[in-house]
């Protein structure tokens, strides 16, 4: 059976890398073969660069760093689907709709941003943290990197707004959760949401988004 693809998305601080770990310890309690992603990955040549920028070390042109972050999930794009095709579920932290989420928000066009990602796997389920800016700013460390300010913070939730309204069944489903519950309570929300995708039957392979 094909695996699965979840991928977890919010604005900064809303825990998506508390949880993606839990989600994937979920799943392999299940007895299910299950690997954590996240993008960026700041591991790569491509990652790198993005790293210094997001740390303020250097600066690039706005449109430059969109296509450099599309990039960096099409280094994976291949293994992503070898690994679904596998069986392994992928627990992703932040995608695409990341990528669309913070360009728009800095003012580049909705369906420019849009484009570099099409053809990219497309997960069988985003979980999308939800928390307001206020809250998420009382969590530690935050404002250290480049978009963690309220201002950028509230158009990019607007603007996750716009993809849900805008997503085809086809490119995966999209469930709200509630991130200003503690911890527990938002990990028993996703594993409900997951254990709904797991029970599905679809055993189609290369779904593209
Ligand atoms: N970006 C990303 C783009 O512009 N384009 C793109 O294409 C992509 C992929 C870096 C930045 O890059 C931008 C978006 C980002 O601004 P990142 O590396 O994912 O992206 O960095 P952050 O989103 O900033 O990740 P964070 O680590 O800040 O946030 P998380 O993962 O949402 O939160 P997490 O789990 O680390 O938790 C933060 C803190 O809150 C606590 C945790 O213990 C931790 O201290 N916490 C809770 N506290 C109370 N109650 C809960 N329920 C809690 N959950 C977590
Ligand atoms: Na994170």
Redesign the pocket.
């Known amino acids: 059976m094909r695996g699965r693809f979840f991928v977890l998305e919010?604005l900064?601080?809303?825990?998506?890398?508390?949880?993606c770990a839990r989600l994937v310890e979920h799943l392999q309690r299940q007895g299910r073969k299950a690997e954590l992603l996240?993008?960026?990955d700041?591991t790569t040549p491509m990652g790198k660069m993005i790293d210094s920028y997001?740390t303020s070390q250097t600066d690039m042109n706005d449109q430059a760093i969109h296509l450099l972050?599309?990039a960096n999930?099409w280094e994976k794009a291949a293994s992503i689907r070898q690994k679904l095709r596998d069986s392994i579920d992928i627990v992703c932290?932040?995608?695409?709709f990341?990528?669309i989420a913070?360009?728009v928000a800095k003012g580049l066009d909705y369906q420019w941003c849009k484009a570099p990602d099409v053809g990219l796997p497309a997960p069988d389920q985003v979980l999308f943290?939800d928390i307001s800016p206020e809250h998420a700013e009382q969590?530690?460390?935050?404002g250290q990197?480049?978009?963690?300010k309220r201002e950028m913070q509230l158009k990019v939730r607007e603007v996750f707004g716009r993809i849900r309204d805008d997503m085809t069944s086809a490119q995966g489903k999209w469930s709200v959760v509630d991130?200003?519950?503690?911890?527990e309570a938002?990990s028993l929300q996703i594993q409900h949401i997951a254990d709904q995708v797991l029970i599905v039957d679809d055993d189609a392979t290369d779904r593209s988004a």
């Open positions: 919010g900064d601080r809303s825990g998506k890398s508390t949880q996240r993008f960026p700041r997001l972050f599309s999930r932290d932040r995608y695409a990341s990528g913070f360009s943290l969590r530690g460390g935050y990197e480049r978009y963690e991130a200003g519950q503690s911890l938002v």
